[in-house]
C-alpha cells in the first residue's frame, strides 16, 4: 500500500484526488480545441499573468480547422503542456487575450473554457470590489463597474450611470459575447437599461471593419442625471468616451478641497467636472474653456441643476491655447490652474511630439497661475504615463520655458474603480500632478 494512502486512512481523511487540468477539459469537449504554443523562453512572462499574447511569442498553432477569431484556444508550453486558455484573434498583433492560467483552474475549473460562465463570474467579482469600495454610494451613482484588463476582462469597459450602463467594446471576442454581456449586466439589479459602445477604431485592428454604430435599448433616454461627490451631472449618452470621465472622480473632489476663496481656471473642462467641484469647494469665480460646444451646453445645465450661481461660475467655447495666449497678454492670473488636455500622444511613436505640445500648453498654463499657487495638470496618454519620469521632465522644462519654479505637492492616477493589473502595466494611462508654481 503507497505511503499517502496508509496516512490517509490512518487520519480518516478522504482520499487523494486527482486535480482537473486544462487537457482533461479540453479533451472532454465534443468541439476541439485549438492549442497556440509558445515560444522556447516566451512562456514565464504569461505564466506570471501578462494577458495579451503577442503573435511574435507564438511559434505554432495546433488544430484543425485552425481557430476562428473569438474562439476558445489553448496556451501551451514548447512542450504543448498548457499554461492556460484565452481568446483567439486571427487579425490582431495580440494573438490571444489570456482568460485563465492553468493552476487558477486546478483551484476550480467551473469557468474553464467557458466564456460565458467567466464573464458571469468575472463581473460579479467587479461589482464585490466596488462594493467594498463604497461604489455606489447616496453621493456616488457614476462609476466605472468593469475595467478591462484590471478586471481580467480584457477589451471590456462598463461605466454605470445611475441605473444606466454604458458598455465600451474594444476587442473582437466583446463583440462575439454581446448579448450575454448585455444579459449579464441588464440583469444586474440597479441597471434598467443599457448602451452598447463600440470603439470602431479599435475594433478595426481587431479585424472588424464593419461593426455597427452605438447600439442602444429603445426605452434609453439619451441624457442622463447623476451624482458624484454630491455633485450632479447631466450626461449625454453622445458625449465623448462613455460620456462622462469617471477616471478623475478624485481628484475633482480634491480641488473641492482647495478652493475656497480661490480664482480658479479650468482649461479642457469638458461638461465642467473640475470647474463645478471649485464652485462646491466655494471658489471666488471659476471659468471653464473647451472647444466642444456639446459638452459646454452639458456644463452649462449642470450649474443650474446644482443651484450654483451662474455670476461665479462661466464656461467659454475657445480653443486653449489661444485663450491662454489671450489671457497671458492681459496680464490675467488664477490662483488654480486645471489642465486636462485630450490624449495628445495616442502612440508610442508620437511621444516626443506629444511632449512638445504638452510642455508649451504646460508652460503657457503655469504662466497664468499666481505666485504660490497652484497647477493641476493632467495626461490621458498611456505612453506618457508609462515612461517613468517623461512627464515630470516635460513639466520641468515647461517650468523653466515660463521663467518659474514647480515642486510636486501631489501624484495621482484614475480613480480606485480602474484597477490595473501589474502584469498589465499597459492600463495605466492617466496622470494627475499637482504642483506649486512659484
Ligand atoms: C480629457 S477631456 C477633459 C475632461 C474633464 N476635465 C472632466 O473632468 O470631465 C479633454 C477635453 O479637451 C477638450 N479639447 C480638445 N481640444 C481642445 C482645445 N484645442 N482647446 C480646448 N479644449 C479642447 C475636449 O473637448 C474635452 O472636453
Not at 496516512?7 to 476541439?32: F, H, M, W, Y
Not at 489671457?327 to 486636462?340: G, K, Q, T
Given at each position: ?53 503577442y503573435s511574435g511569442a507564438v511559434d505554432r498553432i495546433i488544430g ?289 511630439s506629444a511632449s512638445g505640445m504638452y510642455r508649451n500648453l504646460n ?76
Amino acid at each position: 500500500m503507497l505511503l499517502s494512502n496508509r496516512l490517509t486512512r490512518c487520519l480518516a481523511l478522504p482520499p487523494l484526488t486527482t486535480t482537473t487540468t486544462l487537457q482533461d477539459i479540453a479533451s472532454n469537449q465534443s468541439k476541439g480545441v485549438a492549442k497556440v504554443v509558445l515560444k522556447k523562453g516566451k512562456t514565464q512572462l504569461f505564466r506570471d499573468g501578462s494577458p495579451m499574447v503577442y503573435s511574435g511569442a507564438v511559434d505554432r498553432i495546433i488544430g484543425r480547422p485552425p481557430p476562428k477569431t473569438g474562439d476558445v484556444v489553448l496556451v501551451a508550453d514548447g512542450t504543448q503542456k498548457p499554461i492556460g486558455w484565452g481568446l483567439y484573434n486571427s487579425c490582431s498583433m495580440f494573438c490571444v487575450r489570456l482568460m485563465q492560467l492553468e493552476e487558477e483552474v486546478s483551484g476550480d475549473p467551473s469557468c474553464a473554457l467557458n466564456v460565458e460562465k467567466l464573464l458571469e463570474t468575472r463581473i460579479d467579482a467587479a461589482i464585490r470590489l466596488r462594493k467594498s469600495l463604497g461604489l455606489p454610494s447616496a453621493n456616488t451613482n457614476a462609476y466605472r463597474l468593469v475595467n478591462s484588463e484590471g478586471d481580467r476582462l480584457s477589451g471590456l469597459i462598463v461605466d454605470v450611470f445611475g441605473d444606466l450602463a454604458v458598455i465600451a467594446s474594444s476587442a473582437a471576442w466583446v463583440e462575439k459575447y454581446k448579448q450575454h454581456i448585455k444579459k449579464c449586466i441588464s440583469g444586474l439589479n440597479m441597471i434598467k437599461s443599457v448602451v452598447w459602445r463600440p470603439s470602431t477604431e479599435i475594433l478595426k485592428e481587431e479585424g472588424l471593419e464593419s461593426e455597427k454604430e452605438e447600439e442602444e435599448d429603445l426605452l434609453c433616454e439619451r441624457v442622463v442625471k447623476v451624482v458624484e461627490n454630491g455633485i450632479s451631472y447631466m450626461i449625454s449618452l453622445d458625449g465623448q468616451k462613455t460620456g462622462f470621465y469617471a477616471d478623475q472622480r478624485e481628484n475633482r473632489e480634491f480641488i473641492s478641497t482647495i478652493s475656497d476663496g480661490q480664482r480658479v481656471l479650468d482649461m479642457c473642462c469638458y461638461t465642467g467636472g473640475f470647474a463645478l467641484n471649485a464652485a462646491h469647494g466655494h471658489a471666488l469665480e471659476v471659468t471653464g474653456v473647451d472647444t466642444s460646444s456639446p459638452a459646454l451646453e452639458v456644463a452649462n445645465h449642470n450649474v443650474i441643476l446644482n443651484n450654483l450661481d451662474p455670476g461665479k461660475i462661466s464656461f467659454l467655447k475657445q480653443d486653449a491655447t489661444i485663450f491662454m495666449k489671450n489671457a497671458a497678454s492681459r496680464n490675467e492670473l488664477w490662483d488654480i490652474v486645471i489642465m486636462d488636455p485630450p490624449k495628445l500622444a495616442p502612440r508610442r511613436k508620437v511621444l516626443q511630439s506629444a511632449s512638445g505640445m504638452y510642455r508649451n500648453l504646460n508652460s503657457m498654463a503655469m504662466r497664468l497661475t499666481k505666485r504660490g499657487g497652484f497647477l493641476m495638470t493632467c495626461s490621458c496618454s498611456g505612453a506618457m504615463t508609462q515612461k517613468s519620469g517623461q512627464f515630470l521632465s516635460v513639466l520641468q522644462g515647461a517650468a523653466s520655458m515660463a521663467g518659474r519654479k514647480i515642486t510636486v505637492v501631489r501624484q495621482c492616477g484614475a480613480a480606485c474603480d480602474h484597477p490595473i493589473d501589474p502584469s498589465y502595466p499597459e492600463g495605466a494611462y492617466l496622470t494627475n500632478i499637482l504642483l506649486r508654481v512659484l
